[in-house]
């Protein structure tokens, strides 16, 4: 529906179909720090832990215009 990230096994088997929710996925990649940035319909990218699915920092890692939006990112 957009709104979610699943994630799979090696396999391709589905372990979690709400591992990452999210108004409007629109994106993601992993980094080459091994967090996964997933972004937003309103250009907004965020930082997950790809083993836990936890939100790393409490907002957007970036903004549209490509500033960090808060100090407590680390």
């Given at each position: 529906?957009?709104d979610?990230?699943?994630?799979y096994?090696n396999?391709?088997t589905?372990?979690?179909?709400?591992?990452?929710?999210?108004?409007?996925?629109?994106?993601?990649?992993?980094?080459p720090?091994g967090?996964?940035?997933v972004a937003?319909?309103?250009?907004?990218i965020?930082?997950?832990?790809?083993v836990?699915?936890?939100?790393?920092?409490?907002?957007?890692?970036?903004?549209?215009?490509?500033t960090?939006?808060?100090?407590?990112?680390?």
């Amino acid at each position: 529906d957009g709104d979610r990230v699943g994630k799979y096994s090696n396999s391709g088997t589905l372990l979690n179909a709400n591992f990452i929710t999210l108004t409007g996925v629109g994106g993601l990649t992993v980094g080459p720090d091994g967090n996964l940035y997933v972004a937003s319909s309103d250009a907004q990218i965020y930082r997950y832990n790809a083993v836990t699915g936890a939100q790393i920092g409490t907002g957007p890692f970036v903004n549209y215009e490509g500033t960090p939006p808060s100090p407590d990112q680390p």
